[in-house]
């Protein structure tokens, strides 16, 4: 499995660096969210069980042609009291890297998500006790604060919060189409999308591409977001409500707002044209194909 674990280190490299740059610059992801942020998911993914299996495959070459034959080598070993000897000081280093950056990543995704979890309930209990009903739309909560604020909190329990200060600039249908956009977030649940690709840049945030990777993504749920809403309101008064609407959302927050403000709204007005049927077919076989290569090159001998 020496060849195996080669490939596979390169295919978790590749994902991992030139291909999440390439796919971060890449324009054409603008024109379908949805499908371009399932090739992600692919990526991201695929880029994890590479890395992984590369270590896992290499540690278990003595013992097997291919993954289950090595692990029931290796479970016959352990059950009868001793430690294969195929496997020497390199190998048994190369299960421990695999497992090492296994633990890692598990380890920060579940730190993340504890920490998030835990400021949002926090940031839930505050808006419960200082924030007012706004009576338009269900569930929306209004703080009293001069300066214009839109954001949900995601959740079992999740909140729809404008400040005052939106109030005061926009009308009626123009704070409904700010809420619309976030309606779509809670929805479809963004941040669970996001937050792999959060912890896949925290364990290991010297890899340019997995940054890139993060803000990808980011940017690709609000155009989602954008999308929605714009189905749902007059992309004139989205548009103009986007761009009232400004200031900083807690950190806790999924917040509307992003540093590509001006090209979200340039792209609300003028929306570009939708990838043909058949190119989104292709990238969703891509993204298939991406996920079953490590797959199937640690079943295949």
Do not use: N
């Not at 009868?80 to 195929?86: A, I, L, R, T």
């Not at 419960?128 to 839109?150: E, K, N, S, Y």
């Amino acid at each position: 499995m020496e060849l195996t674990a080669l490939g596979l280190l390169l295919l978790g490299v590749a994902l991992a660096e030139p291909v999440s740059r390439a796919l971060a610059r890449a324009q054409w992801p603008g024109r379908d969210p949805v499908v371009a942020l399932v090739l992600w998911q692919a990526v991201g993914f695929a880029g994890g069980i590479s890395l992984f299996g590369a270590g896992l495959a290499y540690g278990l070459a003595p013992l097997g042609d291919t993954l289950p034959v090595a692990f029931a080598r290796l479970a016959s070993s352990v059950s009868g009291g001793w430690f294969p000897v195929q496997l020497d000081v390199l190998h048994v280093v190369a299960l421990l890297a695999a497992f090492g950056l296994l633990s890692r990543l598990l380890s920060v995704l579940a730190v993340t998500t504890f920490r998030t979890v835990r400021a949002r309930r926090r940031h839930r209990d505050l808006l419960d006790v200082l924030a007012t009903p706004w009576p338009h739309v269900a569930g929306t909560r209004v703080l009293d604060h001069p300066m214009p604020v839109a954001y949900c909190l995601p959740g079992r329990r999740p909140r729809l919060v404008v400040s005052a200060g939106v109030l005061d600039a926009l009308d009626t249908p123009g704070v409904i189409a700010v809420l619309a956009h976030e309606r779509a977030h809670l929805r479809e649940r963004h941040d669970l999308v996001v937050l792999p690709f959060v912890a896949w840049g925290a364990t290991a945030p010297f890899v340019r591409g997995m940054i890139c990777a993060q803000v990808a993504v980011a940017q690709l749920i609000e155009m989602r977001a954008d999308d929605v809403a714009r189905k749902l309101c007059d992309p004139t008064e989205l548009a103009t409500a986007l761009k009232a609407v400004g200031g900083s959302a807690p950190a806790a927050a999924l917040t509307s707002f992003s540093e590509a403000l001006d090209a979200r709204i340039d792209r609300v007005t003028s929306p570009p044209e939708p990838l043909p049927v058949t190119t989104r077919w292709v990238v969703r076989t891509l993204a298939a194909a991406i996920v079953a290569a490590p797959v199937v090159l640690l079943a295949v001998p």
